[in-house]
């Protein structure tokens, strides 16, 4: 049988999101598939990479990858990122591992409804600020709360750390224009934007939904990340300021990983994700796996698809 040939996997042969890899960074080699794993071929060797355990997949500089690799990694659901020296870039998504729309479903109604989306925002602020009540605030205090809090993070790790802080500064396209804890600050958001993109997709949500950002195909993305920014993001920046100024960008996704494997982030993301937009008590869509299309009828009812429902007539 060839690869072509082979039949789809279905979700309950695919890892779940939370159960995956963060990420796995690859340089200067060349990606290719044999049966469904990856391999990277380079000057050393061949590694074989089973595809349905990578969250995320970073593609670093003199890296190519084959038709074939592409295609295993959209059907396990795997995220594909294009990592440029200065930086990360997300550029691909894999097909989602659940196979239910239930939660893209989910996400919508809750976004469609001004109401709604401002809860679904105070919620995302009380995950990320446990210790206030953000009940009754209006966008606009909630942006200037963010802001303060975020600047209250920069100044107690740059004191914890040691290094020495003078605000956030960075040039879109210019990495290198910024100091050592800006660079750092940077290199752990790309890298988080393409780790919660990926579960994002995985999950079948919509990236561009967003609740606190707006008006990008990203933006529900944004929204995911951000909610780790002060508590893994900016300490892990600083953190690797404070060892050396030297190969910040390698160093930073390096430590980030770590820090995120010992946390188990992606279960914890797949988790908020889910608390942020089902109703309490409500039943979790990643729990029915059958890859299953209905048709929408009156009165939200879902009927069978594959049933012709024409009336009885003569022609």
């Given at each position: 049988?060839?690869?072509?040939?082979?039949?789809?996997?279905?979700?309950?042969?695919?890892?779940?999101?939370?159960?995956?890899?963060?990420?796995?960074?690859?340089?200067?080699?060349?990606?290719?598939?044999?049966?469904?794993?990856?391999?990277?071929?380079?000057?050393?060797?061949?590694?074989?990479?089973?595809?349905?355990?990578?969250?995320?997949?970073?593609?670093?500089?003199?890296?190519?990858?084959t038709h074939q690799a592409m295609s295993v990694l959209g059907e396990t659901g795997a995220g594909?990122?294009?990592?440029?020296?200065?930086?990360?870039?997300?550029?691909?998504?894999?097909?989602?591992?659940?196979?239910?729309?239930?939660?893209?479903?989910?996400?919508?109604?809750?976004?469609?409804?001004?109401?709604?989306?401002?809860?679904?925002?105070?919620?995302?602020?009380?995950?990320?600020?446990?210790?206030?009540?953000?009940?009754?605030?209006?966008?606009?205090?909630?942006?200037?709360?963010?802001?303060?809090?975020?600047?209250?993070?920069?100044?107690?790790?740059?004191?914890?750390?040691?290094?020495?802080?003078?605000?956030?500064?960075?040039?879109?396209?210019?990495?290198?224009?910024?100091?050592?804890?800006?660079?750092?600050?940077?290199?752990?958001?790309?890298?988080?934007?393409?780790?919660?993109?990926?579960?994002?997709?995985?999950?079948?949500?919509?990236?561009?939904?967003?609740?606190?950002?707006?008006?990008?195909?990203?933006?529900?993305?944004?929204?995911?990340?951000?909610?780790?920014?002060?508590?893994?993001?900016?300490?892990?920046?600083?953190?690797?300021?404070?060892?050396?100024?030297?190969?910040?960008?390698?160093?930073?996704?390096?430590?980030?990983?770590?820090?995120?494997?010992?946390?188990?982030?992606?279960?914890?993301?797949?988790?908020?994700?889910?608390?942020?937009?089902?109703?309490?008590?409500?039943?979790?869509?990643?729990?029915?796996?059958?890859?299953?299309?209905?048709?929408?009828?009156?009165?939200?009812?879902?009927?069978?698809?594959?049933?012709?429902?024409?009336?009885?007539?003569?022609?």
């Amino acid at each position: 049988m060839t690869i072509g040939q082979r039949p789809s996997s279905t979700p309950r042969e695919l890892a779940r999101a939370e159960d995956r890899i963060s990420f796995v960074y690859l340089e200067r080699c060349t990606v290719h598939r044999d049966a469904n794993a990856i391999t990277a071929q380079d000057a050393e060797g061949t590694t074989h990479i089973p595809a349905a355990t990578i969250g995320t997949l970073l593609l670093g500089p003199g890296t190519r990858i084959t038709h074939q690799a592409m295609s295993v990694l959209g059907e396990t659901g795997a995220g594909v990122v294009w990592v440029g020296e200065h930086g990360v870039r997300y550029y691909a998504a894999g097909r989602a591992l659940s196979r239910s729309s239930a939660l893209v479903e989910a996400q919508a109604v809750c976004w469609a409804n001004r109401r709604t989306r401002l809860d679904v925002a105070r919620a995302m602020y009380r995950l990320r600020f446990p210790d206030e009540d953000p009940a009754g605030l209006t966008r606009h205090e909630l942006l200037g709360r963010e802001g303060s809090r975020l600047k209250l993070c920069y100044r107690a790790e740059s004191q914890r750390t040691g290094v020495q802080w003078k605000g956030r500064r960075y040039t879109p396209g210019d990495f290198s224009s910024g100091d050592a804890p800006n660079q750092a600050i940077t290199a752990a958001a790309q890298a988080m934007y393409g780790i919660a993109h990926a579960v994002v997709a995985a999950l079948g949500c919509s990236p561009a939904l967003g609740f606190v950002h707006s008006g990008h195909e990203l933006s529900f993305v944004l929204d995911i990340a951000d909610l780790y920014k002060t508590e893994i993001g900016i300490p892990v920046a600083f953190d690797v300021a404070a060892q050396s100024p030297e190969d910040i960008g390698p160093r930073t996704r390096r430590a980030l990983r770590d820090r995120v494997h010992e946390i188990d982030l992606l279960k914890r993301i797949v988790d908020d994700i889910k608390s942020l937009l089902l109703p309490a008590g409500g039943d979790d869509p990643g729990a029915d796996d059958r890859d299953r299309v209905t048709l929408q009828s009156d009165r939200d009812v879902q009927v069978a698809a594959g049933v012709n429902y024409g009336y009885e007539e003569t022609w």
